[in-house]
């Protein structure tokens, strides 16, 4: 099992980028990783996946090294509205086992006015 | 699409008996997920359906959980009894394949029910 490791908390203000880094040392040759974002009373909503160097679409960017042991999750200038908790999920999905669904607790991301 | 429906919303309950939690997920998605969420362990995967069939219920914490999916449009999670440990956000996700024995990375979340055993 891939387990992934983030910091717990981050702080950030208004307009300015955040990058959120991931580790994942165990990560398999066949998993991805994957990004969700999750609003205080509400379930988690998926933001972003990849699987080596970088992805970009209209929300955020996910940056991957070549050795794939962690990823980092940038939001450009970020908003009061960006204020939730980021979780970084690894697994692969062509195999039937729950292992993949491993959210932990994730990033709580607290953008500051 | 009105998106994965969860029904109720809130319940409290004593503790001793028994509770279901209801979902509905979009259509068309062929796999289904039990999450629950507290603050101390944060969001763990209790069981996942793939065409109505249980894949996966090693994240069912007791005997006293267990799950159904009596159709493609119907899941329940019922708690029976029910405990104050069993306090906690119980959220439905569903997702559809990618491909042939493919899992889609994007699961669609419901807005969850707030379970409060006293």
């Known amino acids: 099992l891939a387990k992934t490791t983030q910091p717990i908390s981050m702080d950030s203000y208004e307009g300015q980028e955040v990058n959120i880094t991931c580790s994942h040392n165990?990560?398999?040759?066949?998993?991805?990783i994957t990004w969700y974002q999750q609003f205080p009373s509400q379930g988690p909503r998926f933001i972003i996946q990849?699987?080596?160097t970088k992805v970009t679409n209209e929300v955020a960017s996910l940056f991957i090294p070549a050795d794939r042991k962690s990823s980092t999750l940038s939001l450009p200038r970020v908003s009061l509205s960006d204020t939730a908790v980021y979780y970084c999920?690894?697994?692969?999905?062509?195999?039937?086992?729950?292992?993949?669904?491993?959210f932990g607790t994730g990033t709580s991301l607290t953008v500051i006015p | 699409d009105a998106g994965v429906i969860q029904s109720p919303r809130h319940e409290v309950t004593e503790m001793g008996q028994e509770v279901t939690l209801r979902c509905k997920p979009i259509?068309?998605?062929?796999?289904l997920f039990w999450y629950r969420q507290t603050m101390m362990r944060g969001l763990e995967l209790l069981i996942y359906f793939n065409n109505n069939v249980p894949i996966d219920d090693s994240g069912m914490p007791e005997d006293r959980f267990s799950a159904k999916m009596p159709n493609a449009s119907f899941s329940t999670l019922k708690i029976q009894p029910s405990e104050p440990r069993d306090s906690a956000v119980y959220f439905c996700?569903?997702?559809?394949?990618?491909?042939?024995?493919?899992?889609?990375?994007?699961?669609?979340f419901g807005p969850g029910t707030r379970l409060t055993v006293t």
């Open positions: 990849g699987y080596k």
């Open positions: 996700a569903s997702s559809r394949t990618a491909g042939t024995g493919i899992l889609s990375y994007e699961q669609y």
């Open positions: 165990n990560i398999a040759t066949n998993d991805y």
């Open positions: 999920l690894v697994g692969d999905h062509g195999t039937n086992t729950g292992n993949q669904f491993y």
């Open positions: 259509s068309g998605h062929d796999y």
